[in-house]
């Protein structure tokens, strides 16, 4: 589970430190979770004391700490002593506080702060490598099948009107036995968009070891680096969202996953115009067409 920030860690720490932190939390050794867990606890000492002081405070070695600095993105420990010392309060809140006793243009201003802090945070932490492989992988797939369940397929379904829009061979299903039916007939020329939040959905996981299976290329959307789901994965595009609302559920989850979709989308558009451009001016038509 992600490590639990407060107004006084964000206050302390870099807003960026804290994405990547949310993120590998859940991967890192006993002894990186050690170091973590001081940073987090007390990041004013962090910022101002020698490696090997950190090192003993924490329990664990002063090359932990060098390990756990590149990891946030930091060359080494004194960047990142140098980053708490600079860091200055971030305007847009990380946690927003819904609660009952606030108006609505309140909750509006919220809601829209979280969404574009989400943006942000997830084209920060967004593989760029990954993200060009997978756009790869799509324009030179046979058959391309979406999942997703519960209100991630909506998303999928989403990215399914955008391909078949371009004339590419695509399907999508909300039926698990219809999708692991699709799956059965992949095979290693053909790419597979998985997208869930946790990562850790029964019948998505099954689906990517299934896609696995047959040799299709599994690309998936997902918030954890460390899911079942991105351990079946061969291109991972992770996102950044780590705000819950009042009653706990993750807030715009969705509109990072869509916007990935939607970048997916345009640059395959952009890399296979010569071949798809009559197809889409087709669907235009078409749609048009129904709009008389």
Request: aromatic content about 6%; some cysteine; charged content about 25%.
């Amino acid at each position: 589970m992600p490590i639990e920030i407060n107004e006084k860690i964000t206050n302390k720490i870099p807003h960026y430190c804290l994405i990547r932190l949310q993120s590998f939390y859940d991967s890192l050794e006993s002894a990186e979770k050690k170091a973590v867990d001081l940073l987090i606890e007390d990041p004013d000492f962090i910022a101002n004391a020698k490696i090997v002081e950190a090192a003993q405070r924490a329990g664990c070695s002063a090359a932990t700490f060098v390990r756990l600095a590149k990891k946030l993105g930091y060359k080494g420990y004194p960047k990142l002593k140098k980053a708490l010392l600079e860091i200055k309060k971030d305007p847009i809140q990380l946690y927003p506080n819904i609660s009952e006793d606030d108006k609505c243009e309140d909750i509006v201003v919220k809601i829209f702060q979280t969404s574009i802090q989400t943006l942000s945070d997830t084209l920060n932490l967004l593989d760029k490598e990954a993200y060009k492989k997978a756009v790869n992988a799509i324009c030179k797939a046979q058959k391309i099948i979406l999942y997703g369940v519960g209100d991630a397929f909506p998303i999928a379904q989403s990215g399914y009107y955008k391909f078949l829009r371009i004339g590419l061979n695509v399907q999508v299903s909300a039926d698990f036995d219809v999708q692991l039916i699709n799956v059965s007939h992949l095979s290693k020329n053909d790419v597979a968009i998985i997208i869930s939040h946790s990562g850790r959905t029964k019948n998505i996981v099954e689906v990517a070891k299934y896609a696995k299976i047959v040799g299709a290329t599994v690309i998936s959307i997902t918030n954890y680096p460390v899911s079942p789901l991105a351990k079946n994965s061969d291109t991972l595009l992770l996102t950044a969202v780590f705000t819950n609302n009042v009653k706990g559920e993750v807030i715009s989850k969705r509109i990072a996953q869509l916007c990935i979709l939607e970048s997916l989308y345009i640059n395959v558009l952009l890399k296979l115009k010569q071949k798809v451009i009559e197809d889409l001016e087709k669907s235009d038509l078409a749609v048009e067409l129904n709009k008389l």
